[in-house]
């Protein structure tokens, strides 16, 4: 992949672990990182996140080549990959930093995001409207490292097993013809 054709895309669908471990499978996107954005306090901590006080929300932040996979077809895995109807919950995670939200680097992503918001909000797509939230992109912090590709190193754990298991299952029906 030519590094110069690269853009950046930073989502946040609930817990950071899930949210990483279905775009690391798709292709034409690199290097995905679990991080924080969207919050008030400089150099967040994991622990500090969880309280629900630094405004913050667990997100991914990946590169992606537009040539192999388009912006709005990130944000149709994204949008299939988890509840965009529930305020700040997702499953069992619950407060501001699961929320659901798209932080737009550019204003053809911010049109994008809208775009495609409207189309499932039309389409009837969910039983309940779509509550994500379309912000600018702020500073994103990687997490600590015990947080990076947790699903691949730790399958086994139940939180896998139930929560991003069916997750991958679904990419994997939807969007077979988008992995790598």
């Known amino acids: ?9 930073t989502l946040a669908g609930g817990c950071f672990w899930c949210t990483e471990a279905v775009f690391q499978r798709l292709d034409g996107v690199e290097n995905v990182k679990s ?15 969880i309280t629900g006080r630094t405004g913050h ?10 040539n192999t996979i388009s912006f709005e077809e990130l944000l149709l895995v994204f949008f299939s990959t988890h509840d965009p109807t529930t305020l700040n919950r997702q499953q ?3 407060g501001t930093q699961y929320r659901s939200a798209v932080f737009y680097h550019d204003e053809e992503q911010k ?5 495609v ?5 039309e389409k009837k797509m969910f039983e309940k409207s779509i509550v994500t939230e379309v912000s600018e992109a702020s ?12 699903y691949n190193q730790h399958r086994q754990q139940p939180y896998c097993q139930y929560i991003i298991d069916p997750k991958i299952t679904k990419l ?9």
């Not at 929300?57 to 537009?66: L, S, V």
């Not at 049109?111 to 775009?115: C, L, T």
């Not at 994997?172 to 790598?180: A, P, Q, R, T, V």
Request: charged letters at 35%; proline letters at 3%; zero cysteines.
């Open 1 to 9: 992949m030519n590094e110069l054709k690269l853009k950046k895309a």
């Open 35 to 49: 991080g924080f954005t969207g919050g008030e306090i400089k150099n967040p901590a994991y622990r500090e996140i």
């Open 57 to 66: 929300a667990e997100a991914i932040q990946m590169e992606f080549d537009p």
């Open 92 to 94: 069992n995670d619950v």
């Open 111 to 115: 049109r994008k995001a809208e775009e």
């Open 117 to 121: 918001i409207t189309l499932l909000e």
């Open 139 to 150: 500073e994103f912090y990687v997490a600590e490292l015990e947080h990076q590709d947790f």
């Open 172 to 180: 994997n029906k939807l969007f077979s013809d988008k992995l790598k």
